[in-house]
């Protein structure tokens, strides 16, 4: 089954993710006409590779007008139409923010899936957390339906007693029957009373609990954890608890316009309806109030996994919503209107797709009396939403506010910035705690660990082993990493660099996030990347492998840098380890990395370049692992051999390298002997030839200049 109709498959609740992710930068239209195409194209190398964008981007376009061409509708043809115009418009000029638009699409999709089946399949533990939550949304559902049943009954007595006082003989009866009456009003009232009562313990001992917890679990899926769900049952919730209060409120209401008619000495309804009338509008008071919530928080739509960060003078989204549904007239006017959704069981809600920060246009409502302690990625800030509230005369103000975010004025502060809004939403579930950074908690390594697993699944769709996990809290606390209820506090996290480096362990780790998320998807997601293991567990890994066994783990010494390190066995038996310098996104802009680990040679004993990479870890053929992800063919020189070393290089020219027949046609040209050329000796019979990047109308030139440079910094350890 396609990925797309597992989507339509999905419920309600879930499908209401799906639709934020699909706007005007990319319509659901198209994703619905061109599922199957969408799916079977390659937008995450797209994403970063102008020349392949563009190729999908032409490619779309005629898609389209196929689709157009055989589309019966004439509205719907229309429609496509004014649709490949936009895309025209928007994407034409930079395809490429089109491949990123849809792939961050298609990605998020997945991640919803993946959600529901670890929902589905999870461990025990975690299927007996869901079996308590669902024997506590089954008890709120038989709470909720009692007091409907209960309110619902009160009214039919009610209006028992208004037909009997509509009987213009009722007013003559006789003392006792007077005596029937006041009971049947004292025991409605006493019905009542219990109904209140029941509906303020529910409100204080499980409405409200459950609605902080849908908050508390907001923050969560806010920094990558567990998708969320449960508003939908929460609308259900309050809509049906609201609905009780106001008909108790239209029965008090009837029995106020009985004593109107007619009363007498001792009536009950005069003495308790004030009192009930009183507890009744509380009620209604906070449920309205607390029913006010942010459904979707502050977001730019460039960064949809990294939530609550604003940049100043770029667009972001937001969407507030009403809980209780019901069919309210509204009355338009110039500020934003709350509509009713058809999706979300008519509540009233507003979304917000046109906000934008502007320097000096807004006031800062972070704590300014700290702000030389503070830099500008920790200083929260808050968006508050207003509305007021008309309903069988009463009149509340509500207000409710997005969880703290961070305003940043250049990309570059980004890192720093979603440091800071993770940290905050792990260690607290206060709405808004300004002033977090002014003091910071420490978090337990257990925490840590979790949240950082979570940012590896969301934006690279991967999460970390426990291995990995391990290796990293070495990393961070060194001799302390096997107590997970180790304390670290946010400057060691975030501020404070590694010893004997110049970034900090987040701006590390942040940097392998994006790594992964631009050049190294499909690799990762096979499960290939081994990614953190120290130098001696390498080498612990590789000792005992056969030749040519080799690993890819992410750089300790640079921002963003992946490499690959390598085994021989000499005659002697003694075991040498190769590794190559860190590869960082400027080189693999230019070449993928599957096709440099294809292409990578090294000269031995002067015989023909050969690809000393055999078999990735623990033994698994290197085409068979990564064939299905090259992505070009290796060209052919006269000879018939392949080209020449894709080896790590300081320069960043995308141009193809010269072929074997070319380089030898030049050395029978050139005017010196080359087999004179020095190169860096590797070992006693070892050396790098360099990948020549040539021009085409300068090879001769070029070719020289690359056998006269230094060869390529090869680290070799004995």
């Given amino acids: 089954m396609s990925q797309w109709k597992q989507i339509q498959n999905l419920e309600i609740r879930l499908l209401e993710h799906v639709d934020y992710l699909y706007d005007d930068n990319f319509p659901m239209d198209i994703r619905q006409v061109l599922a199957s195409w969408l799916e079977s194209q390659d937008w995450d190398t797209a994403a970063s590779d102008e020349s392949l964008s563009a190729v999908l981007f032409t490619n779309l376009l005629s898609q389209l007008d196929r689709v157009r061409a055989h589309e019966l509708n004439f509205l719907q043809r229309h429609n496509m139409k004014m649709i490949q115009q936009q895309l025209q418009v928007k994407y034409s000029s930079s395809p490429v923010n089109m491949a990123k638009v849809i792939s961050t699409c298609l990605r998020e999709e997945r991640r919803i899936l993946s959600s529901v089946c670890m929902q589905e399949q999870g461990p025990l533990e975690k299927s007996l957390q869901n079996s308590v939550a669902f024997e506590r949304q089954k008890n709120m559902d038989n709470r909720v339906g009692i007091i409907r049943g209960s309110v619902q009954l009160m009214d039919q007595a009610v209006k028992y007693i208004e037909d009997m006082q509509e009987d213009f003989d009722f007013r003559y009866k006789t003392l006792q029957s007077r005596g029937e009456q006041r009971s049947d009003a004292a025991e409605i009232l006493s019905k009542m009373d219990v109904a209140v009562k029941e509906i303020e313990d529910l409100m204080t001992s499980q409405l409200s609990p459950e609605l902080q917890d849908w908050k508390r679990r907001q923050q969560i899926a806010a920094i990558g954890g567990p998708l969320l769900t449960g508003l939908d049952q929460l609308q259900n919730w309050f809509t049906l608890t609201a609905q009780s209060l106001f008909q108790i409120k239209r029965q008090l209401d009837k029995l106020g316009e009985l004593v109107i008619k007619v009363t007498y000495e001792c009536d009950p309804i005069p003495l308790q309806k004030p009192q009930l009338e009183e507890r009744v509008k509380y009620l209604l008071y906070h449920l309205i109030k607390s029913s006010f919530v942010v459904e979707k928080q502050p977001c730019m739509p460039p960064h949809p996994q990294k939530p609550l960060i604003i940049k100043t003078g770029v667009q972001f989204t937001t969407k507030v919503r009403y809980l209780p549904s019901r069919q309210f007239f509204i009355l338009t006017n110039n500020t934003k209107v709350m509509d009713i959704e058809d999706y979300s069981n008519g509540c009233l809600s507003v979304e917000f797709r046109h906000l934008r920060f502007c320097v000096g246009m807004f006031v800062w409502t972070c704590f300014r009396v700290f702000q030389g302690l503070l830099s500008v990625t920790e200083e929260l800030h808050s968006l508050s939403f207003e509305a007021c509230f008309t309903v069988q005369g009463l009149t509340i103000d509500l207000e409710t506010s997005s969880l703290p975010l961070v305003v940043i004025s250049n990309v570059s502060q980004l890192p720093g910035g979603w440091a800071s809004v993770v940290w905050y939403n792990l260690l607290t579930d206060e709405p808004r705690n300004l002033a977090f950074f002014c003091n910071p908690p420490r978090a337990t390594w257990s925490q840590l660990s979790e949240v950082l697993s979570w940012q590896f699944s969301t934006l690279a769709g991967q999460g970390l082993t ?146 000393p990479l055999k078999f990735l870890y623990p033994d698994i053929p290197k085409d068979e692992a990564f064939g299905r992800l090259y992505n070009s063919q290796r060209s052919k020189g006269k000879s018939g051999t392949t080209n020449s070393s894709t080896t790590p290089a300081s320069n960043q020219s995308p141009e193809l390298p010269m072929t074997l027949g070319e380089f030898d046609l030049l050395r029978e040209q050139l005017c010196f002997d080359l087999d004179t050329v020095s190169f860096h000796t590797l070992s006693s019979n070892s050396y790098v030839l360099p990948p020549p990047i040539l021009v085409a109308s300068s090879r001769v030139r070029s070719a020289v200049c690359v056998l006269l440079q230094f060869p390529l910094r090869l680290v070799t350890d004995g």
């Avoid at 590789?542 to 390190?565: A, N, Q, V």
Wanted: net charge neutral.
């Fill in 466 to 611: 426990k291995e990995q996990l391990s290796t990293l809290g070495e990393k961070l606390l060194g001799q302390h990493a096997s107590c997970s209820e180790y304390h670290v506090s946010w400057s060691k996290f975030a501020k404070e660099n590694i010893p004997g480096k110049p970034f900090s362990f987040w701006m590390w780790l942040d940097s392998i996030l994006e790594l992964i998320r631009k050049h190294l998807l499909p690799v990762w997601n096979a499960n290939y990347i081994m990614g953190f293991v120290s130098k001696e567990m390498e080498r612990n890994l590789l000792k005992d492998r056969e030749p040519g066994t080799f690993l890819l783990r992410f750089s300790e010494s640079h921002l963003g840098g992946i490499t690959f390190t390598w085994v021989e066995h000499k005659d002697n038996g003694e075991v040498k380890f190769n590794s190559v310098e860190p590869y960082t996104k400027n080189r693999l802009s230019a070449l993928p990395f599957v096709d440099i680990i294809r292409d990578y040679k090294v000269i031995s004993d002067g015989v023909v370049p050969e690809n």
